[in-house]
């Protein structure tokens, strides 16, 4: 176990609805990074927050957006659903942006 | 250009058989540069970091700057070493943020 806690770890939705995906990093760790898993693109980085304040971003759509909150979890917030967002997010954590990333178990989402 | 280059979708050897897996990167500074190990779209795990030269369940990286490459390897392989292995880069001073290569599966058949 991680310590990098993903809800929920499935997700069935229909085209054009909206999702929230939530993580809770481990313990003491200010960073957050959200990852896409697809069987196409492989693991593509969305976005990193580190103490509640987005520090880089990657190839996020702008129908998806993300914050980090006081108590330092995240979410992430997928609108405007098409079928090619079904993949695997991943949300992992570090104690500050020179060390490890822990990885949470993820959230498989599935868009009907 | 920051990219991580796995070749080899997939590589099947033999239990007790040497594993190579390949990673090359691109990349214009001083790379920091990991490996991830995924058992069945599990989480993702830390496998090596180029920084620690340790050797994780008999697997071994070395980072070659003139090749620009960074290898897993390991001399023996067992069949529960069979997982998609990701080779990953972390920029400087961007955050921290990994840069992941394709991934590799690998099949060690008894």
């Known amino acids: 176990d991680s310590g990098v806690t993903q809800t929920p770890k499935h997700l069935i939705t229909a085209t054009g609805q909206r999702v929230t995906l939530r993580c809770s990093p481990r313990s003491g760790d200010l960073s957050v990074y959200w990852y896409q898993q697809s069987l196409d693109q492989g693991l593509q980085f969305l976005i990193q927050y580190y103490n509640g304040e987005e520090r880089a971003k990657g190839n996020i759509l702008e129908r998806f957006s993300a914050q980090q909150f006081p108590d330092l979890h995240s979410e992430l917030n997928l609108s405007s659903l098409e079928l090619g967002d079904s993949a695997l997010y991943f949300c992992?954590?570090?104690?500050?942006?020179?060390?490890?990333?822990?990885f949470g178990s993820g959230t498989q989402l599935s868009v009907l | 250009a920051q990219r991580v280059t796995q070749p080899e979708k997939l590589l099947s050897v033999f239990k007790g058989a040497p594993v190579e897996l390949k990673c090359n990167y691109s990349y214009s500074g001083s790379p920091e540069l990991f490996w991830y190990v995924q058992y069945s779209r599990q989480r993702l795990q830390l496998l090596l970091r180029h920084i620690s030269r340790e050797s994780i369940k008999g697997f071994t990286a070395d980072l070659n700057k003139g090749e620009t490459s960074f290898h897993l390897k390991k001399p023996f392989a067992q069949e529960e070493d069979s997982a998609m292995y990701y080779c990953?880069?972390?920029?400087?001073?961007?955050?921290?943020?990994?840069?992941f290569g394709q991934g590799t599966e690998l099949s060690v058949k008894p």
């Open positions: 992992a954590s570090s104690v500050s942006t020179n060390e490890k990333l822990f």
């Open positions: 990953a880069l972390r920029p400087y001073n961007q955050g921290g943020k990994l840069i």
